[in-house]
């Protein structure tokens, strides 16, 4: 008998960006998936049904895994850093 098991290990997964509401980052998680990079947006459904507390549980954060930080933030530079009114904070 088979058995599979997918374990995602928290402790490789670091904090570079905080969001208050999920429309913030939608570009973004396009351009991160594109990119295979390996991401979580944690708090993300707790404040996706009680978005007046997002301050208060710390935001919406971008974790990304160790060895894929250089590429996750040159995508958020380059998303900054265009001609656009697009920002992220």
Known sequence: MLKFSILVRMEQYRTIAIFTYPSEYTVLRHLLQQSGIRFVFQNETTIG???FHSN?????QLKVHEDDIPNAKEIINDLNNRPSHLRIV
């Open 49 to 51: 049904i009680l978005p």
């Open 56 to 60: 208060a549980i710390g935001g919406i």
